[in-house]
């Protein structure tokens, strides 16, 4: 009988003491819930704002324009010259030049590869770092739009809507931060023009 009392006596003192547990972190999570309102919290949904705002459709797609005839353009010279050692290769399988011919015109394809790499490589550098300005700027200015907006400290919590599972719309100040984005840009354009 006491073997049985035991368990049974130790496993009502757990359950009771999960019990109380369980009720003071309950307790703890309204409390803490209760300090943190709706209109604390807001978010924004950052892709939408850099995709639309000003400068993307100034400077950006510019940027990506460039970025692309570039990289067609590599593509293009890469095809170029791979083609041209196809074809001496051809002509000198088929006995149509000499083998020191061939060579010297290996030599000349070889050259112009490593002079096309080095200027593709300076070029791809010089887009590299075009973007990594622009991206700087775009998140600079989103950065100030976020800070002026919430100067008030209206807000205790702004958040990317990307991180979102799911939220009230009434949280969202994505149009208020694209607005801000773009009042800031332009008065940048303007201070850059004096």
């Known amino acids: 009988m006491k073997k049985t009392l035991f368990p049974l006596l130790a496993a009502l003192l757990l359950a009771s003491c999960g019990t109380k547990t369980a009720e003071q972190t309950e307790t703890a999570t309204e409390t803490t819930a209760q300090e943190i309102v709706s209109s604390d919290v807001a978010y924004v949904q950052v892709d939408a704002v850099l995709a639309q ?3 993307y459709k100034n400077e950006g ?4 324009a460039k970025t692309e005839k570039a ?7 890469e095809q170029s010259l791979q083609a041209e050692a196809a074809q001496l290769q051809e002509k000198y399988e088929k ?3 000499t083998t020191r011919d061939a060579q010297a015109q290996q030599e000349s394809i070889q050259k112009r590869i490593a002079s096309y790499q080095t200027n593709a490589q300076k070029e ?13 700027r775009a ?19 702004i958040i990317n ?11 969202n100040i994505t149009s208020t931060v694209l607005a801000k984005v773009n ?3 332009a008065n940048d354009q303007k201070a850059a023009k004096k």
């Open 124 to 136: 791809a550098q010089a887009l590299d770092e075009e973007n990594y300005v622009f991206t700087n």
């Open 139 to 157: 998140q600079d200015l989103l950065q100030r739009a976020v800070q002026e907006i919430n100067a008030d400290k209206k807000y205790k919590l």
């Open 53 to 55: 705002c000003d400068l």
């Open 61 to 64: 797609v510019a940027l990506q």
């Open 71 to 77: 990289q067609k353009g590599w593509a293009q010279r």
């Open 183 to 185: 009042e800031l840009y």
């Open 161 to 171: 809507a990307s991180a979102l599972i799911d939220a009230d719309t009434t949280l």
């Open 95 to 97: 006995g149509l030049i």
